[in-house]
């Protein structure tokens, strides 16, 4: 026990020497410092970074990055901010690069470039990471490069809209909404937490287009697609992974909260009748779900899961959920 203390105590006496250490380090650095733990605190500051959001080094201390730089309550999301702390603490990158524009005291925007660097304990774990902020020009010159680099931000946040958007239905496409399932279940992973999944298709709606045509299908889709999100709790994602199916993704829910939700959208989907220039139809849904398991060692598992639970849907009658 005593062993334990020393060790402990040893360790507790290198962080603060180190941060003694740093601190004068970066104040000599002209560009602005913060260093960020896994939940988004700031742990260090330098005067530069403060100085650039227009508040004081102290008032950085202890807050969430996204509070401060970008006037949020949640953290930052694609595909407006690219955020780098997923991509250094979930991903296992070194240092990533990206664009980010920052809001000052004032509410003034600032173009910043983030050079975002991984920081590593004594065993090689990163438990935090250090950001480089450089204001690379002021957003409210009438500068021609400037002009143009915001044209740029714009084309470039428009074209990352529909690299990851379904362009019939408006939800997120096939691979974002996979991408997101994975970074789910690598976060149920470390977290214990429950991770649901439902699987969404369309009752026969090859039907649908064969009487009535291709157009009104495409407008089924999209009402469906509308209903299905409304449908959804704030923090529920959906995407649409295949001509009529979807996929729902419930993070931290258990597999009876995951069925009511299921329940949910089928219910809606089913009562209310779909229209299009005098031409209608009621829809049906069936639905698999199933939660993430403790034998699951990929989310293609829970994936995989989800999909036959809404087989066994459609062999058993349809317009109904299943679970696996």
């Not at 939940?39 to 950085?60: H, M």
């Not at 065993?123 to 009438?142: N, Y």
């Not at 058993?316 to 679970?323: A, I, K, Y």
Request: aromatic share 4%; with cysteine.
């Amino acid at each position: 026990m005593k062993q334990h203390e020393r060790k402990l105590n040893g360790r507790i006496a290198e962080h603060k020497l180190a941060k003694l250490s740093l601190e004068p380090i970066m104040e000599g650095i002209g560009d602005g410092v913060l260093v960020i733990a896994r939940d988004f605190t700031i742990l260090l500051a330098n005067s530069a970074a403060a100085a650039t959001l227009g508040v004081e080094k102290k008032d950085l201390i202890g807050r969430r990055c996204y509070e401060t730089t970008h006037k949020r309550t949640t953290p930052c999301e694609k595909p407006l901010v690219t955020c780098p702390l997923p991509l250094i603490f979930e991903r296992g990158e070194s240092i990533v690069t990206v664009l980010h524009t920052h809001f000052d005291a004032q509410g003034d925007e600032h173009h910043m470039e983030i050079t975002a660097s991984a920081v590593k304990d004594h065993q090689g774990r990163t438990f935090a990471v250090v950001e480089t902020c450089r204001d690379i020009m002021d957003k409210k010159s009438d500068d021609e490069l400037v002009k143009l680099v915001k044209r740029l931000n714009e084309a470039q946040t428009h074209l990352k809209h529909m690299a990851i958007t379904d362009e019939l239905t408006g939800l997120r496409n096939r691979r974002y909404i996979v991408e997101r399932l994975e970074e789910e279940f690598q976060r149920s992973m470390r977290t214990g937490h429950p991770l649901g999944l439902i699987m969404l298709d369309i009752d026969h709606f090859k039907q649908i287009n064969d009487a009535r045509g291709h157009l009104f299908g495409d407008v089924v889709l999209r009402v469906i697609a509308v209903r299905i999100k409304a449908s959804l709790r704030k923090h529920d994602l959906v995407g649409r992974v295949g001509g009529e199916e979807f996929l729902v993704i419930c993070p931290e829910s258990s597999l009876e909260d995951t069925v009511v939700v299921a329940d949910r959208i089928r219910r809606i989907i089913n009562d209310e009748v779909i229209t299009d220039n005098g031409d209608a139809v009621r829809v049906a849904l069936s639905a698999g779900v199933t939660v993430m398991s403790p034998d699951d060692v990929n989310w293609e598992k829970v994936f995989s899961r989800a999909d036959s639970a809404l087989y066994k849907a459609k062999e058993t009658g349809r317009n109904r959920v299943v679970t696996l």
